[in-house]
C-alpha cells in the first residue's frame, strides 16, 4: 500500500518486492536480537518466534511433509509438543460490493442458487465464515 501511488503498475510492484525483502531481513535481525517483531505498520501486535511458527504451520498445511517439519521444529524451539496442545482459528468476513446495475437480477439469482448473500441498496453484501484447526 505504500508504494501504491507510483502510478505505473511495473514500478508499484518492484517497489513492493524491494520493500518486502528490506523489511524481510530488517525482521529477521529483530527476531534474532528481540525476540520478537510487529505484525505490521498497521496491527501492531508482537509476534515472537513461537508465533511465527505457528502461523508458517496454520498457513502452509497443506503438504504432509512440511507439516511435519513445522511440528518437529515447533517441538524443538519451544518444548511444546503439539499433540497435546490445539490451535484453532476462526474467521468471519462481511463484505460488499455496489452493483453497477439491476440490484433485482442479482438478488433473483442469489434466490434461485439457494445463497445466503443479501442485496440491499444496490449492494451485493457477502457473508462469509471460516474454521480451521490443526
Do not use: C
Amino acid at each position: 500500500m505504500k508504494n501504491s501511488k507510483l502510478g505505473n503498475p511495473l514500478l508499484v510492484l518492484s517497489a513492493a518486492i524491494l520493500y518486502g525483502i528490506t523489511h524481510a531481513i530488517a525482521d529477521m535481525v529483530a527476531l534474532a536480537k528481540e525476540g520478537s517483531v510487529e505484525l505490521s505498520d498497521y496491527i501492531k501486535v508482537k509476534l515472537t518466534y513461537r508465533d511465527h511458527l505457528r502461523l508458517f504451520l496454520l498457513m502452509h498445511s497443506n503438504n504432509d511433509r512440511k507439516m511435519s517439519r513445522m511440528l518437529a521444529l515447533i517441538r524443538l524451539n519451544t518444548g511444546v509438543n503439539p499433540d497435546e496442545k490445539q490451535t484453532y482459528a476462526s474467521s468471519e468476513i462481511r463484505s460488499s460490493i455496489k452493483l453497477w446495475f439491476l440490484p433485482g437480477v442479482a438478488k433473483s439469482i442469489g434466490a434461485v442458487l439457494g445463497s445466503t448473500d443479501q442485496v440491499e441498496d444496490g449492494r451485493l453484501f457477502i457473508d462469509r465464515k471460516v474454521d480451521y484447526s490443526y
